[in-house]
């Protein structure tokens, strides 16, 4: 009988939807924004998962927002080791770290955390500072998913703890929040640990891809200013916009049309707000993971992407060379497995490539 150590940071990725792109620090100021718990929900959808293939198991956590409330929604009673602040807003990384340290007190075969790289750092540590053998695997919740320890997916995840054969050494990599918010990636490799070897698993994130000039220009020729146009994050649909001469934010969401940044490092609010019909959402996949929606783009939440009539994937040939397949986890499961098929993928000025959503 398997024993699993699961931990969650209940507060992970309140701050991506709201345009804050990370909440270390920024609790109070997501809540002010209307943010709300998305950890919990992604907690439940791994355990479930995990449980369906693997109910016999003892599950070990730290009790209510950390990890003993998923598990009980999921049917099983779980062998709480570590009790938190029963507040949401008063649990820290310093309960991460106790709920890991005694997770290892209890011999636990795979620790799955729920979390961003943030929280799969302060994993990290616990597990490097022991026999740095014990595996770990992150369920996807955060705003920051640069790491690759992360599935795919809440429920791949909780299907790779239960099924898993082998593991290997992958990276966990942070960045600064406060750059990150100034537009600026700068990222840190922070720990090497065993991860359950998977296709369900995700890529460490590419930070560098061929020239976009070309694609750019091809872009900007053919806008249509009677189209509002909803640019996400990243240097590729950046250098669209810096084509258009519009004001941009590097690492955020911007809301365009004809000419004027009608909301620039936008929330899912102002989005909503500045959105008229028609409109287009671009987005550019991250490198080496192929996901498109999901993963630092919360603000392009399902209300925003079905109520836009278009969606633009844009991308050079040489990042889509070290790209598989392309992924979505927008949190809705119908508009997931509406977006999946393949998509045809802007690749230069006048070259596309079709490329299959999974």
Do not use: C
């Not at 609790?27 to 109910?55: N, S, T």
């Not at 740095?132 to 695997?137: I, K, Q, V």
């Not at 490092?265 to 490198?287: F, H, N, R």
Request: hydrophobic fraction near 40%; glycine fraction near 10%.
């Amino acid at each position: 009988m398997s024993k699993l150590g699961f931990v969650v940071n209940p507060i992970a990725g309140m701050g991506g939807r709201v345009g804050l792109k990370g909440t270390d620090g920024m609790l109070a100021e997501a809540r002010d924004r209307g943010a709300e718990p998305r950890a919990p929900e992604r907690a439940r959808e791994a355990i479930e998962a995990y449980v369906g293939r693997d109910p016999d198991a003892t599950i070990f956590t730290a009790g209510s927002p950390m990890g003993a409330d998923a598990v009980r929604d999921a049917g099983i009673e779980p062998t709480v080791v570590y009790e938190p602040p029963e507040t949401l807003s008063e649990t820290s990384a310093s309960d991460t770290r106790e709920t890991v340290r005694s997770l290892l007190d209890h011999d636990v075969d795979l620790v799955l955390f729920v979390g961003g790289d943030g929280t799969a750092v302060d994993v990290a540590s616990v597990l490097e500072a022991s026999d740095g053998e014990t595996p770990m695997l992150g369920v996807p919740a955060g705003v920051k998913i640069y790491s690759a320890v992360f599935g795919v997916t809440p429920a791949d995840a909780g299907r790779v703890a239960a099924t898993y054969d082998d593991v290997a050494s992958r990276e966990v990599n942070d960045i600064d929040e406060a750059a990150y918010r100034e537009g600026t990636v700068q990222t840190e490799l922070k720990a090497v640990v065993p991860v359950p070897v998977t296709r369900r698993v995700q890529s460490g994130k590419q930070l560098a891809s061929g020239s976009t000039e070309t694609l750019a220009a091809g872009f900007a020729r053919e806008i249509d200013p009677e189209r509002t146009y909803v640019f996400g994050p990243g240097g590729t649909v950046g250098a669209i916009q810096d084509a258009l001469e519009a004001e941009s934010s590097p690492l955020g969401v911007d809301v365009w049309r004809d000419g004027e940044t009608l909301a620039r490092d936008a929330a899912e609010a102002d989005v909503l707000e500045t959105m008229t019909d028609p409109t287009t959402v671009v987005v550019s996949p991250i490198g080496g993971q192929g996901f498109v929606f999901g993963r630092g783009n919360h603000q392009l939440s399902p209300t925003v992407l079905r109520r836009a009539d278009d969606i633009e994937v844009v991308a050079s040939g040489a990042k889509l060379d070290g790209i598989d397949v392309l992924r979505v986890d927008t949190d809705d499961a119908a508009l997931d497995e509406s977006l999946r098929g393949w998509m045809d993928v802007r690749t230069g000025r006048f070259t596309t490539r079709m490329v299959k959503v999974v």
